[in-house]
């Protein structure tokens, strides 16, 4: 069974730091581009960072310079570090699992960014 579980949300001002963290089981991680999401109340979810299977990554223009993401294959992990927090990064955020046919998606994790 595919599991994909985050965490590390929570309540942080504005210009905070924050690591969210995803822990994959049920799939061989390392052939799985792996990405987070956000979605904000009253919009779309949108793409927020991904790593591919080859290591390659690609940011959202809004988080660039910001947020980073990483992954440990070896524990089957995934990792968005995020630096200056602002306002507008509050949402929830979800971790995808992703091959050339299949997807999967965590739960979620709720950032909040508020003063």
């Known amino acids: 069974q595919v599991q994909l579980v985050e965490s590390g949300g929570g309540l942080v001002q504005p210009g905070g730091s924050l690591r969210l963290s995803c822990a994959a089981s049920?799939?061989?991680?390392?052939?799985?581009?792996m990405g987070w999401y956000r979605q904000a109340p009253g919009k779309q979810r949108e793409l927020v960072a991904i790593v591919t299977s080859g290591g390659i990554t690609n940011y959202a223009d809004s988080v660039k310079g910001r947020f980073t993401i990483s992954r440990d294959n070896a524990k089957k992990m995934v990792y968005l570090q995020m630096y200056d927090l602002k306002p507008e990064d509050t949402a929830v955020y979800y971790c995808?699992?992703?091959?050339?046919?299949?997807?999967?998606w965590g739960q979620g994790t709720q950032v909040t960014v508020s003063s």
């Open positions: 995808r699992a992703q091959t050339y046919s299949t997807s999967q």
């Open positions: 049920g799939i061989i991680f390392n052939l799985h581009d």
